[in-house]
């Protein structure tokens, strides 16, 4: 049964799925600058950029599901499912998420993250 409203719904889970995506990116940053790349400074410069976007958007959500005193709690996990409850103001929500939907909502985000920093970046004009 749902109690909590389409809006909330969609706040908390983009919280959710961002917060996730932000650990993924910052992994990603720590393999690349201890990786054996011959040049590691764009990968890093860019996945830096979607860090700093998903932190701002992150705040953002934040800041909106503390008005609605929205928060969102990992119950259980294990292979195939994870749960999480949906808690505003004193309704709350059991959501159920099956692992390979969630690492497709969390690579959907980091597209979306890194396709937001690349039109950011205007690249150097060679000199040939």
Known sequence: MRYLTD????LASRFLFLSMTLVV????????RQGEFK???PYVNLLEKMAS??????????????????QVTLLTKND????????C????????YFNPAIRKKVEA???????KSLSYHHPVASGT
């Not at 985000?109 to 396709?115: V, Y």
């Open 7 to 10: 809006e909330e719904v969609q």
């Open 25 to 32: 990116i910052k992994q990603d940053i720590d393999r690349f």
């Open 39 to 41: 040049i590691k400074e």
């Open 53 to 70: 976007e998903a932190s701002n958007e992150r705040k953002q959500l934040r800041k909106k599901m503390n008005k609605k005193k929205l």
């Open 80 to 87: 195939s499912f994870s749960s999480y409850l949906f808690l």
């Open 89 to 96: 103001q004193g309704k709350e929500e059991k959501r159920n």
């Open 109 to 115: 985000i980091f597209q979306e993250l890194m396709l």
